[in-house]
């Protein structure tokens, strides 16, 4: 059991790739006879025009589909063991394969029909040949025999059915490494502020995979001695000793203001130890915006590409924002009432707590939200860590629990002051406070939810976090909101509120 075990531990992430390959396999072979099966329901074999149109019809088109889509799974990156903020772009991966793969088999359906080739037999020259490779794959069904709505269908089950797979994997996988397998034990290069923002996300996202030794410095009095959680291992003289002793696989050089001979000759140093390592360059927090890579002769330079708010974009999430704002705000109208009742039922004062937020390009606006705490207690205090905070109601601890005090936001969303998803507005106070780099989060609409809202972030203070902002407004889209939406839904259902 011990060596089986081990086995597991040294290749978790080729284990897990070959795991995930097949599961995707029998996904999508599930959604095709899902949506064969749907049809056989709502269209019995009398009401067609084919009554032969069985499941083994399908058999080499729901073949070709499963092939096409690993490989458009492949092309997307869903394979790769580096992950994304919150494995977000996965599901956008999950979303544009599908919708290739839909494309590509209805494209080799006509290709691959065999009526092209019976009607040129009599073809000379290399398109002899041509014929011959289009009679050894051709389909053998006619392609008027495969029903289009479950073909179409079928894509449609792909995608949600691989979207569920994929979130129940991610979730497996975050379970696995809170349990210690398939971690990689790493340590960072610099225990300055820089490693130290390491330290913390490490620490603060074990489902990472990556288990933190602790530091290596260049200080020997250092040595020993312990930053927050971590200890200093030793000095950069020991590379080699320490990375044995404490079989460390991977290593963060967090050295972003070293001199580049310095940072050159430890990656040289980690090159021959064969360890895997990674870099922290200098003027990071520029690489944490979109940014391209050009060459003037041999030298890179890194620019930022123009940036337009495209006018399509913005008026489609608006069009998002109405209708999800509209759709809470009708089916929740009685959940309004009923809150409202038992607000003023238990403590006096208004329903609604209204606070002064920040917008987008800095502009301030007044924030709705279900009043929770009593009224004496409300204004610009700091927030309730846990619900035994006694300035919580009864009410207000139900509410905040499951985010539900935050649902007159869409209010907010309908007077255009907000958007469904983007940053979380913050108080002007502590707006006064940005830096340059915090004010990049100011050029977006506020959001009622938004990816720190969905992270283990959410227990720590928003502006102490906005490389959660910074990368949404950097990567904004339809789709990348789509997804905040459902996991947003996810959040709200397991009761990870507020608290």
């Known amino acids: 059991m011990t060596r089986v075990g081990t086995l597991v531990r040294r290749n978790f992430e080729p284990l897990i790739l070959s795991i995930q ?16 099966a749907l049809r056989e329901a709502l269209l019995p074999g009398t009401a067609r025009i084919d009554a032969s149109n069985d499941l083994a019809t399908y058999r080499e088109i729901f073949s070709i589909t499963a092939a096409v889509c690993l490989l458009c799974f492949h092309w997307f990156g869903m394979y790769s063991p580096i992950k994304s903020l ?26 691959l029909k065999g009526s092209m080739a019976e009607a040129t037999e009599e073809s000379t020259g290399i398109f002899r040949y041509l014929l011959s490779l289009h009679h050894a794959i051709d389909l053998s069904q006619s392609p ?13 089950f792909i995608l949600m059915f691989t979207m569920v797979s994929r979130f129940i994997s991610f979730k497996v996988i975050q379970g696995l490494h809170r349990k210690g397998i398939g971690n990689r034990n790493v340590a ?33 009095s250092r040595v020993g001695t312990m930053i927050e959680r ?8 020991d590379l080699e000793h320490i990375l044995g002793l404490h079989k460390i696989s991977e290593v963060f050089v967090a050295l972003p203001e070293a001199p580049e001979e310095e940072v050159m000759g430890l990656v040289m140093q980690l090159e021959q130890l064969g360890v895997n390592y990674h870099v922290v360059p200098r003027f990071y927090h ?18 930022r590409p123009e940036r337009r708010v495209s006018l399509l974009g913005s008026l489609v999430k608006r069009c998002l924002d109405l209708c999800v704002a509209s759709t809470v705000l009708l089916f929740g109208a009685a959940f309004f009432l009923i809150s409202a009742i038992l607000i003023k039922r238990e403590s006096k004062g208004p329903v609604f707590f209204r606070q002064t937020r920040v917008g987008r390009d800095g502009k301030a606006f007044q924030l709705f939200k279900f009043r929770t705490m009593h009224h ?33 936001n869409f209010l907010n969303v309908l007077r255009g002051e907000m958007s469904v998803v983007g940053p979380r507005p913050e108080m002007p106070f502590i707006v006064d406070t940005y ?30 976090n906005l490389d959660y902002d910074l990368y949404y407004i950097e990567n904004q889209s339809l789709l990348l909101d789509l997804v905040i939406i459902a996991l947003t839904g996810f959040a709200v259902a397991k009761g990870t509120g507020a608290y």
């Open 188 to 220: 960072v290069i610099g225990e300055g502020p820089t490693g130290q923002s390491l330290q913390r996300k490490f620490l603060l996202v074990p489902t990472l995979g990556l288990n933190f030794v602790g530091f290596i410095g260049a200080d020997k």
């Open 144 to 156: 008027d025999q495969y029903s289009r709505v479950v073909l179409s269908l079928a894509f449609v």
């Open 230 to 237: 971590s200890r200093v291992l030793g000095t950069t003289d």
């Open 21 to 36: 390959v097949l599961v995707d396999l029998l996904v999508v072979v599930l959604a095709c006879v899902t949506a064969w």
């Open 86 to 111: 919150l494995n977000v772009e996965e599901f956008k991966a999950v979303a544009k394969s599908s919708v290739t793969a839909f494309l590509v088999v209805l494209a080799l359906i006509v290709l």
């Open 286 to 303: 520029l690489m944490s915006y979109n940014v391209r890579i050009e060459n003037l002769d041999s030298i890179p330079l890194i620019s």
């Open 376 to 408: 004496a207690h409300c204004g610009d205090e700091v927030a309730p860590r846990n619900e035994y905070d006694p300035r919580v109601t009864r009410v207000g601890r139900f509410l905040r629990r499951y985010s539900l005090d935050e649902l007159p």
């Open 435 to 464: 830096n340059s780099a915090d004010q990049e989060r100011l050029r977006a609409k506020p959001g009622v939810t938004g990816l720190w809202q969905i992270s283990y972030a959410r227990t720590q203070s928003i502006h102490e």
